[in-house]
């Protein structure tokens, strides 16, 4: 069986993260996805929003183009439209991710030391994909943190829960995970 690739390891990260926070998004209620905790912090709904509008500048032409497309209008991701419903958010959510992973699937170990630009800066294609992930990491950290924060009356684990590591560790061991 050949070994994994850096793309397929940045596939499965990818793929991991996008499960995640769709797990987390499942257990919102209408009301929840789009509550914000004050003023100054996103909903989940805008973090869905803000995350779509990314991943579609950011992988839409990636090695052709800027990163930052010129009809990306970032600002607009954080306000919340009367257009915005939560079936449009998540088909925007979705059509990101699908850019995401379209592109990923044409490059090749090659492209890795390619140059591509986000907003006239020069990245490797190898350091904008960490760049990604760092940033889809961030905001799924937040989606769950939120998710979890609304509704930790009814929260079960999305990972190893609380005083199971060891059992876990154990059973994984012995093939049962």
Avoid at 30 to 44: I, V, Y
Avoid at 45 to 60: E, F, P
Avoid at 134 to 158: C, E, I, P, T
């Amino acid at each position: 069986m050949p070994e994994p690739s850096v793309l397929d390891d940045y596939r499965r990260r990818l793929r991991e993260l996008k499960h995640l926070a769709e797990q987390a998004l499942e257990r919102l209620g209408e009301e929840d996805f789009f509550r914000s905790l004050d003023w100054q912090s996103n909903s989940p709904a805008l973090i869905v929003k803000h995350v779509a509008g990314h991943l579609r500048s950011r992988w839409t032409d990636f090695l052709t183009s800027d990163g930052e497309k010129p009809d990306r209008q970032r600002d607009r991701e954080f306000k919340r439209e009367p257009s915005d419903s939560r079936a449009s958010l998540m088909e925007a959510w979705e059509q990101g991710w699908s850019a995401l992973f379209e592109t990923l699937d044409t490059l090749t170990a090659g492209d890795l030391e390619r140059t591509i630009t986000i907003r006239d800066e020069p990245h490797s294609v190898a350091g904008a994909l960490n760049r990604g992930l760092s940033h889809q990491s961030y905001h799924v950290g937040q989606l769950v943190l939120l998710a979890k924060h609304y509704r930790f009356d009814n929260w079960g684990s999305l990972s190893i829960p609380r005083d199971m590591s060891e059992q876990y560790t154990s059973d994984k061991k012995r093939g049962r995970c």
